[in-house]
């Protein structure tokens, strides 16, 4: 994730891949007969160094200064936990936390209906002008988000959206748009056609024909979708930095940029604080993370 | 694919197009309005209040002699290269994946993979600016424990870099020599957890029969690798890397929060997101910083363009 | 089947955290829109970025005091960091969402003074409805400051945009204990050569105990303030030669006129010797210093990693209450007359002028809903009263007279004795600081030098004088505009109404206003013209 590219392109990329066909994994480890140990130590020492963040993290929260400086690296004894540092963290950062869980469901639940919706339209029929609107849709992919920012601020002060947590949610959902309904057009695609014509027979509108068919059969794909829009919308900061101005509304990401300009800086309180601020996600990963895995793995995300 | 559908049934299903209405407004608002607003601003002197000025192609005439924006170029095309190069790891930790007897492990790993991405980006930002302080950083403390520090000194010496020296804590993002190589090494080892599952995906569909057949060649490993492996992910690497290019060229807030606004000492950090960022909200020249927009996006429509036309892949 | 169990589990977690969190914004919306005794309650917010330990409680204390005596007015303070403050803030004013009050100086400059800001010069020849029961019950606001509310005043645009509400002064802080580890002795350098002496007995000292210690903490910050004090002082009798006998201060565009007539430049030895004196100390801060923030320079002078730090007195309460050590103040030594190398371009340690020393500037935007409200507040803030709580508060040496300063205070109420600063390399404006801000490593780093500073800037900082005097032109043909109107109104209302001795007065102060600016817009055209004429072939 500390790789600069956005996590969201990436899955993109698998979206036009040749189809996996059903992991024959098994079959393919009898044939690897060499020896492995290798391999593990490789991948373990990357995951030592990608996880170190998370460690200093988790080590510095529990310490003062002072224990900071004079032992940097190794955690302090724990019957010298500076306790207190998580006590100030958590008056400071909770509502910040509390204003992005707001932001981040509501975003990445209207994102998925709405471009449920969309998808659907164009994975049912080949209405006419459809050819267009999907144009519309990708053309999207090569605007440089970051060109439209100067009008999109503008627009946004028309729309009096200013510093309110609606204008992030709707840019949220607007934002997402284009890379969901691209998956999720893929995938409504695939779902047997007789699915479709065995529920017209029943009289089902085609809200029943969503509910029932289309949202059953792609579980793993908004599972998917769903915890990438979160931790997008979670770890965003450019555009809450612009449009916001009230502290008891700033989402974490701005209440973290502020910690960050205190001019005597206390690491423990800052670590404590940063650690806060990703509870919530440990928590939805910690429940979800197979879900996630599976999905991403699978096949889920695939074109 | 979509069923096709006669015009008849189409009137009469019409209501379906409702179904779209939502999402196009959104777009229509959020980003087609935006656009259109940038490329009519841009022919104005406008410094985000109701009253402009129209000017013609003067916004253009300046970005021609703007050298920040032209050095920025260069700035971002080295990082767009750094970002290429980055890749790599993420394609290795797959491969090693996919290539473990144990399915048991190949799961763990995957979570494993996945967990770094349950710390806040933000958090993991100013954890790596921590690392790169010069006097309490975690990275200096590595290099001068491990030797690394003489070792690099020495090159310095022997280079007339004149960034290293000894006994003068490496001051990494003050340096301006240093500032380039601090945002390529940012994020060390550029595992993406995503890049990985889905590079693993890809492997996947690779049948047994082939390794099986590779076997019997007595191929190495290598050779499988560039053989039989990268073939298979080479759509999404493909792919991947046409959408971290655009990326990278939009991006702007690794360095606006690590070196400011004005690109951190000698410019060497200034990309030409951040640079219409600062024309917008710190100079106030609204209308130039559109220019810049419209300048960039004409830029990475002719990339898309070209790698569309001459680099596509057959599937 | 677990799986789905934990799946529903870690949604239902989540719904429950979105269901308080939405329960706790909509109490805060609904906390904010319930009213007192049935009248509305305003909500004034005030911006600023002085995150120390002080003035937030400082403030608190005001906008409790405050809506104790108007109940139906509630103050909330956003308080921004320095780094993002100045983008932050022009995004509101262009949003126009500007807060009520907001401190001026960062990303502030003329033209968004003019556009966006309500000139004050009424309010400052007001007396204080504050100040009834104090000496200075009915005297003009701006008489009851120490400076004379100069700090509010904006002399390219003639208005006073502001009210300052803290003093300020810069001082060089020590660590005492450390102190008398090297040197044996408590005494803090007074000269300029006794500073350099210090920093070379600290830095074999650091070398003979083996501790990673530097003599000054620096940082862009920290490292600026000590750096271009020590350049004003080279410029003290260049000023002069600049200048027309008599004037105190030399504005921006007289400088510029100067400088695109070959009169000066850094390579001018006064400038140069400037320059010197910035690379000497800046070999004794930590190398890449000028890649630190000022939290980085404060951390490491608590940490014990740095003997000392310049900095300015707003800094004293979070130094005092963080560093386990016992804290010096004193001036910044300057090099004197007599000094060999340096003495022949100064008259000596720079006092701290009066209209330098005002911190914590507040004005009003003009997009505020509260216009009246907020102007009330303001002299509240302005008031001995107010005055009085701020400095016992934040620890901060008040701006207005008549109040009791703290003992801790005491070391920066502002020193009298000394000359008048020169001026300094960056008053320019933006472009001019950012072209020296972009080349400063040229100067300061180990491979740099004060000849390749000026070789590497040269060029371009003549460039961003005249393009910052182009970006104030602009900026004074809009206040000249507005003060014609303005001006035209006074007189119609004067003429209308002679025998309203008001009237007569306001339009006597609007037309000396509006011919100060329009000679103000003149004189920068005929810089920017005879710089044409000049460069023509």
């Not at chain 1, 920012?149 to 840019?171: D, E, M, S």
């Not at chain 2, 601003?41 to 300046?62: P, Q, T």
């Not at chain 2, 010069?134 to 090159?155: E, M, R, S, W, Y």
């Amino acid at each position: 994730m500390s790789n600069s590219t956005p996590s969201s392109s990436t899955a993109t990329a698998a979206a036009t891949s040749t189809t996996a066909s059903t992991a024959t994994v098994a079959a393919m480890a009898s044939t690897r007969r060499k020896r492995d140990w290798p391999k593990h130590l490789c991948i373990l020492a990357l995951l030592a160094i990608e996880l170190l963040p998370f460690y200093m993290m988790m080590q510095i929260s529990m310490k003062d200064n002072h224990m900071f400086f004079d032992n940097p690296w190794v955690p302090a004894n724990p019957l010298r936990w500076v306790w207190e540092n998580w006590i100030y963290a958590g008056r400071l950062i909770l509502p910040y936390v509390a204003n992005s869980i707001v932001v981040s469901v509501s975003a990445t639940v209207g994102c998925l209906v709405v471009a449920l919706l969309a998808a659907y339209f164009f994975s049912r029929y080949k209405m006419p002008g459809s050819g267009f609107l999907w144009g519309l849709f990708l053309l999207l992919m090569l605007l440089p988000s970051v060109a439209n920012i100067v009008p999109l601020f503008a627009v946004l002060k028309g729309l009096h959206l200013l510093n309110t947590l609606w204008a992030l949610i709707v840019l949220g959902v607007a934002g997402g748009q284009v890379f969901c309904i691209y998956l999720l057009r893929n995938f409504i695609e695939d779902i047997p056609r007789d699915l479709f014509e065995a529920a017209e027979m029943d009289g089902a509108s085609h809200f029943q024909q969503l509910r029932n068919v289309v949202i059953p059969m792609s579980g793993p794909i908004l599972g998917t979708l769903a915890i990438l829009q979160f931790l997008s919308n979670w770890n965003d900061y450019l555009m809450p930095l612009i449009v916001l101005r009230d502290p008891e509304i700033f989402p974490i990401g701005v209440g973290l940029i502020y910690l960050d300009g205190e001019y005597v800086k206390q690491w423990g309180r800052i670590m404590a604080s940063f650690f806060l601020a990703s509870i919530p996600l440990i928590i939805i990963f910690l429940f979800t993370m197979k879900l996630f895995v599976k999905g991403l793995s699978a096949g889920a995300v695939k074109g | 694919m979509p069923a096709a559908i006669s015009k008849r049934k189409a009137l009469y299903e019409w209501k379906i197009y409702l179904f779209l209405v939502p999402s196009l407004l959104l777009i229509g608002i959020f980003s087609y309005a935006p656009a259109f607003s940038t490329v009519y601003h841009s022919f104005f002197r406008w410094s985000g209040g109701d009253a402009k000025e129209f000017i013609g192609l003067a916004n253009f005439k300046n970005i021609l002699a703007d050298k920040v924006f032209w050095n920025s170029f260069v700035t971002i095309g080295i990082l767009v290269l750094a970002n290429m190069v980055k890749m790599v790891p993420s394609i290795f930790m797959a491969v090693c994946i996919h290539r473990l007897k144990s399915e048991r492990w190949q799961y763990n790993y995957r979570v494993l993979v996945v967990l770094p991405m349950i710390v806040p980006s933000l958090v993991v930002l100013f954890i790596w600016k921590f690392f790169f302080d010069p006097t309490q950083g975690v990275l200096n403390h590595f290099l001068d424990a491990t030797g690394i520090k003489g070792f690099l000194v020495d090159l310095d010496k022997l280079f007339h870099w004149g960034v290293f020296f000894a006994d003068v804590p490496i001051a990494w993002l003050g340096t301006p020599g240093l500032i380039i190589p601090s945002l390529i090494i940012w994020g060390f080892p550029w595992i993406g957890a995503v890049g990985v599952l889905i590079y693993l995906a890809g492997l996947q569909s690779i049948g047994t029969e082939v390794y099986e057949a590779a076997q019997l060649d007595g191929v190495n490993s290598l050779q499988k690798f560039w053989c039989i492996e990268f073939p298979l992910i080479m759509t999404q690497v493909r792919i991947s890397l046409v959408l971290l290019v655009i990326g990278t060229l939009q991006s702007y807030g690794l360095q606006y929060l690590l070196l400011g606004g004005n690109g951190g000492p000698g410019q060497k950090g200034m990309v030409p997101g951040l640079w219409m960022f600062s024309k917008a909200f710190a100079a106030g020249e609204f209308g130039y910083a559109c220019a810049l927009g419209l300048f960039l996006f004409v830029f990475i429509l002719t990339l898309t363009y070209l790698n569309n036309r001459y680099v596509r892949v057959d599937k | 089947m677990r799986e789905r169990i934990l799946n529903t589990i870690g949604i239902g977690l989540l719904a429950v955290c979105f269901l308080i969190a939405i329960a706790r914004i909509v109490f805060i919306r609904f906390q904010s829109k319930s009213s007192v005794d049935g009248s509305k309650v305003v909500e004034l917010r005030i911006a600023h970025w002085q995150l120390e330990n002080g003035p937030r409680a400082a403030f608190e204390a005001l906008a409790n005091e405050y809506s104790r005596r108007h109940p139906n007015v509630r103050i909330t303070q956003i308080p921004i960091p320095e780094r993002i403050y100045g983008n932050w803030l022009v995004t509101q004013l262009v949003g126009g969402t500007p807060p009520d009050l907001i401190q001026l100086g960062i990303g502030m400059n003329d033209e968004r003074l003019a556009r966006f800001f309500t000139p004050l010069s009424e309010l400052a020849d007001r007396p204080n409805p504050y100040n009834d029961g104090t000496p200075f019950e009915g005297k003009p606001l701006r008489d009851t400051f120490a400076d004379g509310m100069q700090g509010g005043y904006y002399p390219n645009l003639v208005e006073f945009y502001g009210v300052p509400i803290s003093g300020k002064s810069f001082r060089m802080f020590y660590n005492l204990d450390l102190l008398r580890e090297i040197t044996g002795s408590e005494r803090v350098p007074q000269t300029y050569d006794e500073l350099i002496a210090l920093c070379k007995r600290t830095q074999e000292y650091a070398a003979e105990k083996h501790v990673r210690m530097v003599p000054i903490a620096g940082s862009k910050y920290n490292g600026g303030i000590l750096m271009q004090a020590l350049f004003t002082s080279q410029t003290q009798k260049l000023r002069e030669r600049l200048t027309p006998t008599g004037m105190l201060v030399t504005p921006a565009s007289m400088l510029a006129d100067r400088l695109l007539h070959k009169q000066w430049s850094l390579d001018t030895p006064d400038a140069k010797s400037g320059l010197t004196l910035m690379r000497e100390v800046a070999q004794y801060m930590q190398p890449g210093f000028m890649q630190l923030l000022r939290d980085d320079a404060m951390l490491l002078f608590v940490q014990r990693g740095a003997v000392m730090i310049t900095t300015g007195s707003w800094d004293a309460t979070s130094i005092r209450q963080e560093s386990p050590f016992r804290i010096g103040v004193g001036s910044i030594p300057y090099p004197a007359p007599d000094h060999p190398v340096y003495g022949r371009f100064t008259y000596g340690s720079i006092a701290d002028a009066e209209g330098s020393n005002a911190g914590t500037v507040l004005g009003i935007p003009r997009d505020t809903k509260h216009p009246e409200e907020t102007r009330d507040f303001l002299q509240f803030l302005g008031s001995v009263p107010g005055g009085q709580i701020w400095t016992d508060r934040s620890g901060w040496i008040p701006s207005v007279m008549g109040t009791k300063t703290s003992p801790d205070a005491a070391p920066f109420l502002p020193n009298p004795n000394g000359y008048v600063a020169g001026f300094s390399y960056l008053e320019g404006g933006a472009d001019v600081g950012g072209i020296v801000d972009s080349n400063m490593h040229n100067l300061v780093s180990s491979y740099g030098s004060v000849d390749r500073f000026i070789a590497a800037t040269s060029k371009s900082y003549e460039r961003a004088w005249v393009s910052d005097l182009q970006r104030n032109r602009r900026a004074q043909a809009d206040i000249v505009q507005r003060s014609d109107t303005q001006v035209a109104s006074f007189l119609w209302l004067a003429r209308k109404h002679p025998e309203n001795a008001e009237a007569q007065h306001k339009a006597d102060i609007a037309l000396q206003g509006a011919d100060a600016s329009e000679r103000t817009l003149i004189y920068t055209n005929m810089v920017l013209n005879s710089k044409a004429n000049n460069t023509a072939p």
